[in-house]
């Protein structure tokens, strides 16, 4: 009771006593700003990387590009994954010419590194399509096309069939047997006919040199454009 009286006669004068102030609230981090922090360690990673990549190619000595097979001039296709070759070839009818065009990927298959499919433990045969157009400019409304597989060391003909110039094209146009299966004399006439136009091993063994170099000037630039979008 005694105690109870004291806080009593104290209650007037407690109200006079100052407060504890509140300590100021801990700010913390918001979450965009920590999204954008991540997202800007993503991107200087990313860049990194590719110019690392880029150093890497531009002080490594790439593929020299050889000169294409006379008469034969190159159209490469910059940013794209072919390239062209023209010539023009004297028809053996007199006054009259032939256009031939030939255009080949990049690399787009391998095999083992026979034939047979035995892995002898080498490095595999590398595949490049090569598509052959045969036109005249007397007969400008058909071609003869061949299909193509350029290995490093030989040309190996697929299929041949003439083709419509400048009209309408059949959706599923008849393209003949494959070139195996036609009679041996005609698959030696096709043989000679292309290598009479310079369609032939050498130049084969040209579009992988070609090519190879292009392989790497694309990558290269490839690399630059993915750095120019990230950057942006």
């Not at 006079?16 to 979450?31: G, K, Q, T």
Request: net charge neutral; aromatic share 6%.
């Amino acid at each position: 009771m005694a105690l109870a009286r004291r806080l009593l006669r104290l209650r007037p004068h407690l109200g006079a006593l100052p407060l504890p102030s509140p300590s100021p609230p801990r700010l913390l981090p918001s979450r965009t700003y920590i999204s954008d922090m991540r997202r800007s360690a993503f991107i200087d990673r990313l860049l990194r990387s590719v110019r690392s990549e880029i150093s890497f190619l531009d002080n490594s000595t790439p593929p020299r590009a050889p000169p294409p097979p006379a008469p034969f001039a190159v159209e490469d296709r910059p940013g794209e994954q072919w390239a062209r070759l023209r010539r023009v070839f004297p028809s053996a009818e007199e006054g009259e010419e032939e256009e031939v065009k030939v255009d080949a990927t990049l690399v787009d298959g391998a095999l083992p590194p026979t034939r047979s499919g035995a892995d002898t433990g080498g490095p595999p045969r590398l595949h490049i399509t090569v598509k052959v157009e045969v036109s005249k400019a007397a007969r400008p409304g058909v071609a003869l096309n061949f299909e193509c597989s350029a290995w490093p060391d030989e040309m190996e003909v697929q299929r041949v069939f003439p083709v419509r110039c400048g009209g309408p094209v059949p959706l599923q146009q008849y393209v003949g047997r494959q070139f195996s299966e036609l009679d041996e004399e005609m698959q030696s006439a096709v043989r000679d006919y292309l290598e009479q136009r310079g369609v032939n091993d050498d130049l084969a063994a040209f579009l992988h040199a070609y090519m190879e170099n292009k392989e790497h000037t694309e990558l290269i630039r490839w690399l630059k454009n993915v750095e120019y979008h990230v950057k942006q």
